[in-house]
């Protein structure tokens, strides 16, 4: 008899589109420091920020809040940026010598940034671009003239061009080579040698005619471009690294590679110099590492600032990064422990003012940013809003807590706040201030906890955009290593010279490897937090608003219960400090249990209601009474051939006899079981059977899809007692009729352990009853038929929905849970999911994932999805990573697929063992997000809610001159027009130059593609227009349209095409990036207006094979019926 597969209906429109109420996927935000920073730039007078990368990323930085970001079309490394001032504008230059603009524009209200062109300079004349010199015209060094409107670019042959930027073309006539120069120059000098590239230019603050140039050789040109001269020679020796030219122009510093530094006076008599007036070596007179970047900024109180990088000396300190600040006879070596990419001051850039006076520092480092306050006595560090390092030390883990009580955060917030206290004298904010936020205030907080391989966890304000830090908690206090012997020996050396001064927190060196945490759990309701680490620490913490003084109660739980066989290879315990202990305010450890052996801890998970404290290693798990400081219960879960469990993390001993042994028992395994596959002997007849089953379905029908056949594992793998999940819940196990406490476990080998507790009652006081103690006794015991490791466990109520957390229901902050129907325990594998009815523990329903999609389960959450149509309808679904970086929502208890979106690149494995997703409570903010690491030092945050988003929303007021072509260049064809943030039809809101708002662009801001009525071509008809054909005599080309186009600036819609409720014309920005039907109407309007001004034929010139209307990519039929005026058309 044939047999047909099962059928299921198709899709359910209405179910559909609930699910687009529901779910949608969407990159958001990218938390933390830029990874690999390769430039920095600042705008003074929008007080904005921009950092590039070698990855090509382009990233800005306003006040909180405010984030902008582009990518290159081509990966390549950012070596400068630039911004025109004022303007929303910046100039990036790439190491292949490519320049781009990018502009800041406005859609709906809010701001996002997008490349606008490119341009790459010429090969030399004479030589092939590709086989010839790419190196004398490579651009080094990027000065920008003239209010931003043209711009110098050096090269490595000595020459330097000139680029009007709006349009980013090369101004004939004005390239400046290095004969010019070298006619300035006495013969004795030049000696037949070249003067080497171009290493920086400089203009003048007052006078934007006159370019300070100086040469790798050491010539300094003060070059005046209005009379094509040099004004002054500055005959230097000793090659170049850097020129600041001082606010006034009287006096410009250079530094050299020989780490010293000279003063040149520009007032001197003559037009050549051939001394300086000052120059020193700071770190001499031993030799010293070049001097790559000095500024000099001049204070109204008379002396200057004079600050530089590098000059230590080579011997001794070659391998410090270092910025020296000098003023006076002060001198700081700021130290830093890692490399420096760039630095700028904030100061007054007004040419009104006589002086800088200076207000703070940033240096971009390689792997943080440190701004300083000058203006306070000691220079103190100012600390940051945002861009803090995550890595400070490697993240090991992370969590997520949300809609976080307004009390606990305050005392988390006050705790960071005594950590960090600031300089009584010190009022200067952070300087990074310019935009706006248009986001509104979270009305729930979310806190993001990273576990480090210091011992640390960092407590970060994950509420909005910006990630900003707010408290850090430190275990290696409690526990005797060598760092206080490295503090001491920091501390003798503290008045050697140079005067070191360590800044920045970025500290990648760990004291001891089995600090580091492994994960951490926080009750926010209770302010108790555990925190379990490398070496079987397990921490129980409490929230002090107070200093204090306390001895830790130490207890050991042996997990392996004294089995016989196994020993312990690895790494040894902690030893804890005795005796009392000084902890600062914040979280204050309460007892240390200590696992046997002292094996990394896998799982953990804390019950403040019941002050039960649960967790799990490679060998066990174990349930800790913190209220009695007394073990409750030890579980050994190692399998006789677990010897890799023995060994550790740290430990570099493998058994290659047992790696292999198990290696060829898997090839036996696979060649029987293919052979049996392949013995089936009706397999062509179950073929044919397919195939008429597929052609006798219906099309709207649709297919179950055919399950993968999954290997069970064996049960002597190594490592199969791993504990991977441990959970808590009051449920019924022993009867359906008495519920109670419970806690679950779940193995690397697919097995879950279920015990009931006996927790006593609490007294009126909120402590236990000391005569009791807390019991547990096993229950159940489920072991799944594959054996996949048990990735999550979650008890369901009588509704389907998962129990409340500890606390919620007691005080009213949750929906009571329904214990009056029959519970179910949902189990997610690494295979599949499947869901259990209590207490009989009989499967009830499942999805095997593994066998459908191909994939395995990484990460697990059970969130809350509101409808964005309806503020009353929500569903409770399961959300899950897998192996393959995708993301997959299932509904609870159904296990129906809902959606499934790709996030993170399979190949990103650190990406997806970090992902963390989260389980938003049931405030405002339902819905599922998530956040992995993008690299060491940046999180990437995702959502998986259509109401719950949190994206970077800002706008950035930005002045245009009214003479500059700020249109113009839009209209040009680029070759590279690739939109990091998608690309806009129509740009809106720009201002005038006195910065108020433009009235005509501010009115439509929020409108951004016409209708599709009012850009067809053929909707243009007006009532007294007539139905005449087009002419077709003197043919135009799309090369004729581009042409005109690259003169034009606006076109005005007549008001019949605006549509209701609309006055007067309306200015259109036609570019590249316009939508087919805009450019198809425009072409249409463009037309019949020039054969309404124009006489028959004059433009444009006949071109020979011209075909008519075909080139302009219009019907034949099209017809073009204007009202325009012929003093409205860009002509």
Known sequence: MMKFRFRRQGADPQREKLKQELFAFNKTVEHGFPNQPSALAFDPELRIMAIGTRSGAVKIYGTPGVEFTGLHPDTATITQIHFLPGQGRLLTLLDDSSLHLWEIVHHSGCAH???????????????????????????TVVLLVTAGDMAALGTEGSSVFFLDVPTLTLLEGQTLGPDEVLRSVPDDYRCGKSLGPVESLQGHLRDPTKILIGYSRGLLVIWNQAAQCADRVFLGNQQLESLCWERSGSTLVSSHSDGSYAVWSVDAGGSLATQPTVATMPYGPFPCKAINKILWRNCESGDHFIIFSGGMPRASYGDRHCVSVLRAETLVTLDFTSRIIDFFTVHSTRPEDEFDEPQALAVLLEEELVVLDLQTPGWPSVPGPYLAPLHSSAITCSAHVANVPAKLWARIVSAGEQQSPQPASSTLRWPITGGRNLAQEPSQRGLLLTG????????????????????????????????????????????????????????????????????????????????????????????????????????????????????????????????????PAGFQPRVLVQCLPPAAVTAVTLHAEWSLVAFGTSHGFGLFDYQRKTPVLARCTLHPNDSLAMEGPLSRVKSLKKSLRQSFRRIRKSRVSGKKRAANANSKLQEANAQLAEQA?????????????????????????????????????????????????????????AYALEVPTAAAGGEKQPERAVEAVLGKEVQLMHRAPVVAIAVLDGRGRPLPEPYEASRDLAQAPDMQGGHAVLIASEEQFKVFTLPKVSAKTKFKLTAHEGCRVRKVALATFASVACEDYAETCLACLTNLGDVHVFSVPGLRPQVHYPCIRKEDISGIASCVLTRHGQGEGKGSQGFYLISPSEFERFSLSARNITEPLCSLDVSWPQDSAHASHRLRESPKLSQANGTPGIILAPQSHDGSPDPICSKRSDIQELPEAMLSPMSVDSATSADTTLDTTGDVTVEDV???????????????????????????????????????????????????VLPMGSWPPPRPGATGRGQLGLPAHTTSHSTHHPSQLPL
């Open 1042 to 1092: 581009k042409d005109f186009l690259g003169k034009a600036r606006t076109i005005q819609l007549p008001a019949t095409l605006l549509g209701a409720g609309t006055n007067g014309p309306w200015p259109l920005h036609v570019g590249p990036t316009c939508p087919a039907r805009v450019w198809a109407w425009y072409l249409a309007e463009l037309w019949g207006g020039l054969r309404a």
């Open 452 to 583: 480090h391989e210091d011992g640390t966890v960092r407590f970060w304000d994950a509420s909005g955009v910006a990630l900003r830090p707010l408290y850090k908690l430190s275990t290696a206090g409690l526990f005797q290593t060598d760092c206080e012997h490295a503090d001491s020996l920091a501390q003798a050396t503290e008045d050697d010279w140079p005067p070191f001064r360590k800044v920045g927190c970025f500290d990648p060196y760990s004291d001891d490897p089995r600090l580091g945490v492994q994960k951490v759990v926080l009750c926010k309701y209770t302010a108790r937090m555990v925190v379990a680490g490398t070496a079987g620490q397990v921490l129980v913490l409490e929230l002090s608003d107070t200093p204090s003084e306390k001895t830790v109660s130490v207890s050991s739980v042996d997990l392996l219960q004294d089995r016989e066989g196994f020993t312990w290879k690895g790494h040894e315990r902690l030893s804890p400090c005795t005796g009392p202990l000084p902890w």
């Open 697 to 753: 379905c219906p099309h709207d029908v649709e297919m179950t899809p055919v399950q993968r056949r999954i290997e069970p594992r064996s049960a002597d793998d190594s490592l199969s007692g791993v504990v991977r999940c441990l959970y808590f819940a009051d449920t019924f196990l022993r009867d359906a009729v008495h519920h109670g406490p419970t806690m679950w476990a779940g193995t690397n080998s697919g097995s879950v352990f």
């Open 113 to 139: 940034l997008e490349e606008v062109l490119s341009f790459q300079l010429p090969s030399r004349p004479g030589f092939d671009s590709a086989s010839g010199l790419p190196g004398l015209t490579r651009i």
